[in-house]
């Protein structure tokens, strides 16, 4: 689906003259990069989930929900998205290499490593261009923390049938990120 949709937008984007034509060019090769990005991501997963030591990492993110908290926050801050990281979450995930839970941990690390990423790039700027990265650092990272507590908290009453774990990690990623509206 990925060469199709980039072969129709790029024709789209670069033969027509039509603004409204452009922009759905430029829509179409969007979601053939985030395709070929998903791709990019579950292969670069393979060689980490093949690993002897991430069931052993499993066990312990499931025991200790504030170094898997961590963790996850380093991987979002280290790769600038909380996307990426939490497609790579939502992979180990579904093959199976972490469990939900661990995975749990990692996806509300990873918002907030990524609210920490504009008060990292911000740092050089006067103090009120700073405000607004602070601003989403309040909202999304202090309330990853608190999210973190609630969920360790109430973890193994948490009824997730009906839905795969894939699913009920990106349930959790949007039900934070709108509860923060």
């Known amino acids: 689906l990925a060469p199709l949709l980039m072969f129709a937008g790029g024709t789209m984007f670069l033969r027509s003259n039509v603004r409204k ?19 990019l991501i579950r ?41 990426a990281t939490i497609l790579m979450i939502l992979t180990l995930v579904s093959t199976g290499f972490i469990s939900l839970e661990a995975g749990v941990f990692l996806v509300l690390g990873a918002n907030f490593g990524s609210a920490l990423v504009p008060v990292w790039l911000c740092r050089a700027m006067n103090s009120l261009s700073r405000r607004l990265a602070w601003g989403n650092f309040v909202f999304r990272g202090v ?17 997730v049938s009906g839905m795969s774990e894939t699913q009920a990690l990106v349930a959790l990623h949007v039900i934070f990120n709108t509860s923060l509206i």
Do not use: C, W
């Not at 452009?22 to 090769?29: D, F, M, Y």
């Open 21 to 39: 034509t452009k922009q759905i060019g430029r829509v179409l090769l969007g979601v053939a990069l985030v395709l070929v990005s998903l791709q």
């Open 43 to 83: 292969t670069a997963v393979a060689p980490i989930a093949a690993s002897d030591a991430l069931p052993l990492l499993s066990e312990i993110f499931e025991k200790d929900a504030v170094t898997a908290f961590l963790i996850g926050g380093g991987l979002a801050f280290a790769m600038h998205s909380s996307l």
């Open 143 to 159: 309330g990853s923390v608190i999210y973190l507590f609630v969920m360790q908290n109430i973890m193994q009453s948490v009824d």
